[in-house]
């Protein structure tokens, strides 16, 4: 009886250990040798079918403000908004975030680019944008020298970004809803508050205007909300909104998107 | 000879070593198939959907998002900025690197336990093989027989050979079995995408090509048998060097745990890459993940472990055979 076990045991290790030999010899021939350079084709993208009307897709796309920078919760503006949704509707809703810390405008087109990110375009029933703070600020850098003709020019390049933005989302889903998110100006309480001011409030306006040319596309404002009182609003670093701050713009955006859903019905 | 081995096998056999062996894995397998399972579904319940292109989407974000903060390390940015690469291209290519399935736990388990777990197991194996039988005084009676010693340590180390085949073998098929029950048993055709090779942050994907899953697991469980035999080897040696199994057992983890700690510090002591413990991770080679040092490549790692199994099996047999035994 034992022998039988023993016996049985030691072919099965045999066996293995032949199958693991031949494991072995195959990494090396694949990884060493390299093989037959056999072209990588991309798999045919089986669309998954996507029930648009029981629930209500958001993308978000942009910046630490969509990541939620500074709210100690994390949950940003966003987490309040949904919150808000939640109460306004049964529908389900699903959110996929794309934003990215620090992200500029630039580098946004690009990301909108990614296969990925446009099938959540496609699928997208609501759009939500920030975009344009670290284009403007830099991360604070161009606030300490504001030179007016640097700061032209980079107000160019962004808001030819901004266009470009708005028309790869409005091509690739017409009827979605997109909320761009306006710029504040965290540096309202401190000096040159006004030579500041007047370039965030410069920029918006552009934004606000490039964003009536597409239809659906609802430029927010958020200056106003930060306009008194900014420091209570503000995070540690000054610059991104604390809970308080992003539950302020997350009610804003909610009370849009009530009103936008009715109007479809 | 057959009958040397035959005698050691009856040897490991009466020990019930192996026998605690499989147990330890499938208890630990449940374990780790449960903690698995609740992962898919608190990602499905946070992102709200099962499409593995949007689970991904969310991790290449979340990546990104740590690589934008200022204060990461550069050789934790670097290795972040090749996963994250890579991530891209399994995305762009519709490539699902992470699809639920028994298979893709085989191949997540051997890639987690190929550095520390599964050389613990063959140590436990190793460890006493020769000091027991030096510390309980049977290896006198062996010796006293009209048999060659190196016939009889060769008969040990094949025995020993045998069991680490084995423990691959059992750790293979009880995570299969176990993991399948919760993921379903399919997916062994899937696509999986290697040959990836990195310099510094960039991701180089010339080599990039598709094997089907079963080839790859296949590979890897090359890789993990390849390491046991390795380590194993060196338990081994210290086992024929030093007569009290507690020693040896001391040294081999000791060596084991430093190897899992120095990987993850070593990135700028170049000459580490020669220790046989820094090597161990050989799966990452096939799956892409930057090694620990800059430099270092499937061959080369083979290669160094491939020496210290050689200089170990050199030390041990000839220590054993120009011992005094007494």
Redesign the interface.
């Known amino acids: 009886m034992k022998k039988r076990i023993i016996t049985i045991i030691t072919a099965c290790s045999i066996l293995s250990a032949a199958l693991c030999l031949i494991g072995l010899g195959w990494v090396m021939k694949d990884q060493l040798i390299g093989t037959k350079n056999t072209k990588v084709t991309t798999q045919p993208a089986q669309e998954v079918p996507h029930p648009a009307h029981q629930q209500i897709h958001i993308a978000a796309f942009g910046d630490s403000l969509t990541r939620g920078t500074g709210d100690p919760e994390g949950k940003g503006y966003i987490g309040y908004l949904m919150q808000e949704l939640k109460k306004k509707t049964k529908k389900p809703i699903t959110l996929s975030n794309s934003a990215i810390k620090g992200q500029t405008s630039s580098q946004l087109v690009k990301q909108l680019a990614e296969p990925e990110i446009r099938r959540q375009i496609k699928n997208a029933t609501i759009i939500l944008l920030t975009i344009g703070g670290n284009d403007l600020f830099q991360g604070g850098k161009a606030i300490s020298h504001l030179d007016p003709t640097f700061m032209k020019r980079s107000e160019k390049t962004y808001l030819a970004n901004v266009k470009k933005i708005y028309s790869t989302i409005r091509s690739l889903n017409q009827s979605a809803t997109v909320f761009h998110i306006g710029l504040y100006n965290p540096f309202i309480d401190m000096e040159k508050s006004k030579l500041t001011s007047t370039i965030v409030r410069q920029w918006n306006f552009d934004s606000a205007n490039t964003a009536a040319d597409y239809k659906k596309i609802v430029y927010v404002p958020t200056f106003d909300l930060f306009e008194l009182n900014v420091n209570d609003y503000l995070f540690n670093d000054k610059f991104h909104p604390n809970a308080a701050g992003y539950k302020l713009i997350g009610e804003r955006v909610a009370a849009l998107i009530t009103f936008s859903e009715e109007g479809k019905r | 000879m057959i009958n040397l081995?035959?005698n050691e096998?009856?040897k490991l056999?009466r020990k019930k070593r192996?026998f605690v062996i499989i147990l330890i894995v499938a208890f630990l397998v449940p374990i780790f198939t449960y903690a698995q399972y609740k992962q898919v579904k608190t990602t499905e319940e946070r992102?709200?959907?099962t499409?593995w292109?949007?689970q991904?989407?969310?991790e290449i974000?979340d990546t990104?998002?740590r690589l934008?903060?200022s204060r990461l390390q550069e050789d934790i940015r670097q290795f972040l900025k090749v996963r994250l690469t890579q991530q891209?291209y399994y995305?762009?290519?519709?490539?699902n690197p992470n699809a639920p399935g028994a298979p893709t736990f085989m191949r997540v388990f051997a890639e987690n336990s190929i550095g520390l777990l599964l050389p613990l197991l063959v140590m436990v194996i190793a460890a006493d093989l020769v000091s027991s039988e030096a510390s309980g005084g049977t290896i006198k009676l062996l010796l006293t027989r009209p048999v060659k010693r190196w016939k009889i340590l060769l008969s040990k180390y094949i025995a020993l050979?045998?069991?680490i085949?084995?423990i691959?073998?059992c750790v293979?098929i009880l995570t299969y079995g176990i993991s399948g029950l919760v993921f379903g048993y399919g997916g062994w055709s899937m696509?999986m995408?290697?040959?990836f090779t990195s310099k510094g942050e960039e991701l180089i994907t010339t080599?990039?090509?598709?094997?089907p899953h079963w080839?790859y697991i296949?590979?890897?469980?090359?890789?993990?048998?390849?390491v046991c035999f390795v380590v194993g080897t060196l338990t081994f040696m210290l086992s024929v060097l030093l007569r009290s199994t507690a020693a040896v057992m001391g040294i081999m983890l000791a060596a084991l745990i430093s190897g899992v700690i120095l990987t993850n510090m070593v990135s700028s002591w170049h000459s580490a890459k020669y220790l046989f413990m820094v090597n161990l991770q050989l799966t990452n080679?096939?799956n892409g993940l930057k090694p620990p040092i800059e430099g270092m490549t499937?061959?080369f790692s083979?290669a160094v472990l491939l020496i210290w199994a050689l200089a170990a099996l050199i030390i041990s047999f000839f220590t054993f055979t120009k011992r005094d035994v007494y």
């Open positions: 081995v035959y096998q009856l056999f192996l992102l709200g959907t499409d292109r949007t991904l989407q969310q974000v990104q998002n934008s903060s891209q995305l762009d290519h519709n490539i050979l045998l069991s085949s084995f691959v073998l293979a696509p995408l290697t040959g080599g990039v090509h598709l094997i080839e296949l590979m890897e469980f090359g890789l993990v048998w390849f080679y096939v499937l061959g083979i």
